[in-house]
């Protein structure tokens, strides 16, 4: 018989830095599930991304058995990044804070590849631009 999965968790860590305490211990203890059993592997896994966070996906079975997978990097943070901007704006309609140029966003775009639900580099690039607007950053050609 199949595991049948309970819950989906999202979380947003740091990169080869998962630790015991929030947010990962206090979410997967909620779910009664060993935080061991998950922080070492995802340390392991994502020490190339030192410190910047990473976005995980969680699904938990009702046997208390878990898997996940690491999405990579927040769209958001590689904007941030790439335009060296330290937040995005409060009002991202009245108030922008930076530019993004259509080859930053293609840059980002080619991180991303696997990652994003469009079906070409085209429709790729208006979901970039479209979280870059909602932070405030103006997109340029």
């Not at 211990?25 to 998950?38: A, E, V």
């Not at 009245?94 to 259509?102: A, C, L, N, P, R």
């Amino acid at each position: 018989m199949a595991k049948k999965c309970i819950g989906n968790l999202k979380l947003r860590i740091p990169g080869g830095k998962a630790t015991a305490g929030p947010p990962v211990g206090s979410t997967l203890g909620q779910w009664g599930l060993n935080m061991m059993d998950f922080i070492n592997p995802f340390n392991e896994a994502t020490k190339e991304y030192a410190g910047k966070d990473v976005t995980v996906h969680i699904k938990v079975y009702d046997d208390r058995s878990f898997d996940w997978t690491c999405i990579g990097r927040p769209v958001d943070d590689l904007i941030r990044e790439k335009i060296k901007l330290e937040k995005g704006s409060g009002k991202p309609n009245t108030e922008k804070v930076g530019k993004i140029t259509m080859d930053q966003i293609k840059e980002i775009v080619e991180i991303k590849k696997g990652e994003l639900n469009a079906i070409d580099e085209a429709g790729a690039c208006k979901q970039i631009a479209g979280t870059a607007r909602s932070m405030g950053v103006e997109v340029v050609e």
